[in-house]
Nanobody, 126 residues
Framework: QVQLVESGGGSVQAGGSLRLSCTASGPTYTTACMAWFRQAPGEQREGVATITSDGFKTYADSVTGRFTISRDNAKSTLYLQMNSLKPEDTAMYYC????????????????????WGQGTQVMVSS
């Protein structure tokens, strides 16, 4: 069984920064691909960034240049550094993972990811 636990959300003003963390427990093959998704009220869940176990990263166009995804495999922890935050970044942010064979890209539908955290809220005020 895989457990993903996010932390680090909060409220910031536009232009500010936040760092999200996601700690994973379970077999390492289940976290071959790790991702951050977000979902705003009334919107579909969208991919923000992904990273493979060997460090290959992808980003949604809307966050490229502002967000950085990283992972510490020794600590089984995924991170999302969010800089220059905008009000449109306001959403519930979810950590997700998938085993080897998951197409690991920010454009991949959330249905392809097998494991999910409970989410952490990010609110950006103007």
């Amino acid at each position: 069984q895989v457990q993903l636990v996010e932390s680090g959300g909060g409220s910031v003003q536009a232009g500010g920064s936040l760092r999200l963390s996601c700690t994973a427990s379970g077999p390492t093959y289940t976290t071959a691909c790790m991702a951050w998704f977000r979902q705003a009220p009334g919107e579909q869940r969208e991919g923000v960034a992904t990273i493979t176990s060997d460090g290959f990263k992808t980003y949604a166009d809307s966050v490229t240049g502002r967000f950085t995804i990283s992972r510490d495999n020794a600590k089984s922890t995924l991170y999302l550094q969010m800089n220059s935050l905008k009000p449109e970044d306001t959403a519930m942010y979810y950590c997700a993972s998938g085993p080897f064979g998951t197409y690991c890209a920010s454009s991949t539908s959330h249905v392809a990811f097998a494991y999910w955290g409970q989410g952490t809220q990010v609110m950006v005020s103007s």
